[in-house]
């Protein structure tokens, strides 16, 4: 699977819109961008995936670039349960199952 | 909706003894199961991936022989940290998916090694 880049942190403050950055330069065609988040204690919580278009559901808005060598997860209004360390996935689609994580990018949220 | 559950949810094993640990799928049919180590420095490393009618496939850096995986019905897995020392702690993450969803991820096992 490609590799992704992404900050290793970034700040918002409470009702903010957040854009976090993910930077995917080689990715290949049949392969879908995922985000993931976890917070501490838990496991990782799926926020949503896309291949080209831009993708939205109650959690957050997934932009796509046109050439698909970068995304951007974009959280509107942010609260403290926002707080997470999130992470860009690269997977691909149909027989090959596997979720490689890197670091992601510590959301810290103040109030 | 989709759940995972993992248990126990920490436990402390003493250095070379060896502790089993189990993952419960709950509203739909686990077709895939990952197991995941999270180590204190929250690196992930992906131990093996079982998939239904074909062999559970290691990563490298991991084997059978150390972390035996059974999968054996649609709801059920369970790994076990056989011989288990310092380097083997960590948060043991299960990801489970039915062939057109997505992971769902349990809250861990968290392993100390003594």
């Known amino acids: 699977d490609a590799k992704t880049t992404q900050p290793d942190s970034m700040e918002s403050t409470e009702g903010e819109t957040v854009h976090l950055p993910c930077s995917h330069a080689?990715?290949?065609?049949?392969?879908?961008i995922y985000w993931y988040r976890q917070v501490p204690l838990q496991g990782p919580e799926y926020v949503t995936h896309g291949l080209q278009q831009n993708t939205t559901n109650s959690m957050a808005f997934l932009a796509i670039a046109s050439d698909r060598k970068s995304s951007t997860l974009i959280l509107p209004h942010v609260s403290l349960r926002d707080a997470a360390v999130y992470h860009c996935i690269l997977r691909v689609a149909g027989g090959n199952n596997k979720l490689t994580f890197g670091q992601g990018t510590v959301l810290s949220v103040i109030p | 909706g989709a759940l995972v559950y993992q248990y126990p949810r920490r436990t402390i094993c003493k250095s070379g003894t060896s502790m089993r640990m189990e993952c419960q799928a709950v509203g739909f049919q686990a077709t895939s199961v990952a197991w995941y180590r999270q180590s204190p420095q929250k690196t992930f490393e992906l131990i093996a991936l079982?998939?239904?009618?074909?062999?559970?496939?290691?990563e490298q850096n991991f084997t059978q022989e150390k972390f035996p995986i059974s999968h054996p019905n649609l709801s059920f897995s369970s790994m076990t940290v056989l011989n288990a020392y310092l380097e083997d702690r960590g948060l043991y993450l299960c990801g489970a998916k039915t062939e057109n969803s997505d992971y769902t991820f349990g809250s861990g096992t968290r392993l100390l090694v003594i």
């Open positions: 079982s998939t239904v009618n074909s062999a559970i496939k290691y």
């Open positions: 080689t990715i290949s065609g049949n392969e879908y």
